[in-house]
């Protein structure tokens, strides 16, 4: 496993996670960013 830097769908936000990780999947920086990317 290997970390990759990504930017938050929501906020714009550059972010660490693992590659094979939910947030890298989705792209969102944290649990209140995928809610509000999703519109949950
Ligand atoms: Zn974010």
Redesign the pocket.
Same mark, same amino acid.
């Given at each position: 496993m290997a970390f990759e830097t990504y930017e938050?769908q929501? /906020?714009?936000?550059d972010?660490q996670a693992f590659e094979d990780s939910k947030a890298a999947t989705n792209q969102? /920086?944290?649990p209140r /960013?995928e809610v509000d990317g999703e519109g949950l």
């Open positions: 938050c929501t /906020c714009g936000d972010f969102y /920086c944290s /960013c």
